[in-house]
């Protein structure tokens, strides 16, 4: 073997050795390493976990305006109510200064006696 093959030879082999460290090299550097799966992991838990907490709080003002619309009703209710007990209480008093005696009340529903504590 002649100086001139055995350093194609040689030079082959150190091409062939630096290519395949190069591969090597290239590859590992373009794998994604564990804790690139962890993080895109976390990512991803932590956009749904605040998709969630939007989709929860949406759901809570909701909830808090249809709460303020029932509150207005009702209080809308006892201010009716309120009014009723007193028209009543002034045709009771009208019909008993004109000597007559009102018509005695049907009782009162069973569902209406927690709320009712008026004597009429």
């Known amino acids: 073997m002649s100086n001139a093959e055995m350093w194609t030879a040689v030079s082959g082999g150190v091409v062939g050795v630096a290519?395949?460290?190069?591969?090597?090299?290239?590859?590992r550097?373009?794998?994604?390493t564990r804790r690139d799966h962890r993080r895109d992991d976390f990512t991803v838990v932590t956009d749904r976990m605040e998709k969630e907490i939007l989709r929860q709080?949406?759901?809570l003002n909701n909830l808090a305006a249809a709460a303020e619309v029932q509150e207005q009703r009702l209080e809308g209710a006892g201010v009716a109510i309120s009014y009723l007990i007193e028209r009543v209480r002034g045709l009771t008093t009208w019909v008993r200064s004109a000597g007559l005696e009102p018509p005695a009340a049907p009782p009162i529903p069973e569902r209406a006696r927690e709320?009712?504590?008026h004597d009429v």
């Open 115 to 117: 709320f009712i504590h």
């Open 19 to 27: 290519s395949a460290v190069a591969t090597f090299w290239g590859g």
């Open 57 to 59: 709080a949406k759901q």
């Open 29 to 32: 550097a373009a794998r994604r």
